[in-house]
Each structure stands twice: as C-alpha cells, then as structure tokens.
C-alpha cells in the first residue's frame, strides 16, 4: 500500500482528496499548513506528495524547493496544486522541482490518472541493470545514480527518467510530444513547455555534461553521443 502526502490548507478540499484516495486504496496522511507538511513528508517519506501552491506558515514551492534539495527526500514525486492557471505560475513549479502540476477545479478522475502516472515513473525498471556512458557523463539504472566528471549529481525522478530516455536514444532526435509520452507518462496537449523547463534544470545540473543535450530548432532534443 503506498502512502500520499496532502498538504493542503482547504480542509473541504482535502477531505475529499483523502476520502477518493482511500477509496482508491492509498494510505493517507495529511497536513493543512506549510510547516506541519514539510515536518510531515520528512517523517513519513511518503510514496507521493500532493502540494498546495498557497499555504500559510510556508509556500508549496519552498516546501518543494526544500525536499528536492535534500537526498533524503529528493526523489519523492511532487503533484503541486494550484487554483492559479497562468504559465508563469506551471513554470515555477517545475524550476522547483514538481514532477507534475494540477490546476484548481480538477475532476477526481483527472487526479487519480495524474497520480497513478506519476508513480508509475517512479517505479524501478524491469530491465537488467546497465551503465551508460557518454563523455563525462555516467548513468547506473540499477542503483539510478548519474555522475558527470565522477561527481553524483542529485536529480528528481523525472529529471532522471528525461535523462535516461535521452541517453538510450543517443544520437536520435526526440520531438517534445514523444518526449512528453515516455517520460510523464500521457499526454500534456500543448504543455511543451513542461520539457524545455526540465531540460534547462537538467542541464544546469549537469554542468559540463549539460552540453551533451543539444536543442533541435523547432523540433525537440537529442543527447550527443560520444
């Protein structure tokens, strides 16, 4: 059974998450401030956070920002909520870390297939273990750990699956839509943005080895590959 994070300070709302999470079959834990919630996924290192963008006591991007710089709970997929719908505020909460971003009103149903996508990224791959090896960079599947230049660099489970699924095409174009599909899992329509955000976070976490992703005009990425 995994165990779901709600920080969310509308309690009617976050009742009813949890009420259709349990239904679903989710162990729930909640919180209804900033403060409480952060303390709260430190202690329980929950399966999967559900995030309020707006909350007192400490927002949903510093919470995030927070989690996502800490080993401990870096790779703990985030679903921020949000009642704002401007670009601006999606770009946000992805320069912080968010695996994805969900704009108040939703439909339980939009949720749930959020959700279970999300964690379907974060589950190990059924592949035998292997390391690739371009340039500086290195990426080891079986322990899902990246190294450029031999020192570890620190990603988000979907910052790793981006990587990894441009690694194995080494050397192909992905236009974003495709990218889109086999990394988050659906389809955004029209949410390209969402991968030229991750891109950028991914290459400047990679230094130098950043400079392997090179962006194709008008199309996608592709990962050099020697």
Known sequence: MKTILI??????????????????????????????????????????????????????????????????TSRIPIIMLTAKGEEIDRVVGFEVGADDYVVKPFSNRELMLRIKAVLRRTEPDKERDKIITIGSLSIDTGAHTVTSDGEEILLTTTEYKLLLNLAERAGRVQNRDLLLKNVWGYNYIGDTRTVDTHITRLRTKLGASGDLIKTVRGFGYKMENS
């Open 7 to 72: 920080i969310e300070d509308e309690r009617d709302l976050l009742d009813l998450i949890a009420f259709n999470l349990e239904r679903e079959g989710y162990r729930v834990e909640t919180a209804v401030d900033g403060t409480t919630g952060l303390e709260a996924a430190r202690r329980t290192l929950p399966d999967l956070i559900i995030l309020d963008l707006m909350l007192p006591g400490m927002l949903g991007t510093e919470i995030c920002k927070i989690l996502k710089k800490t080993e401990k």
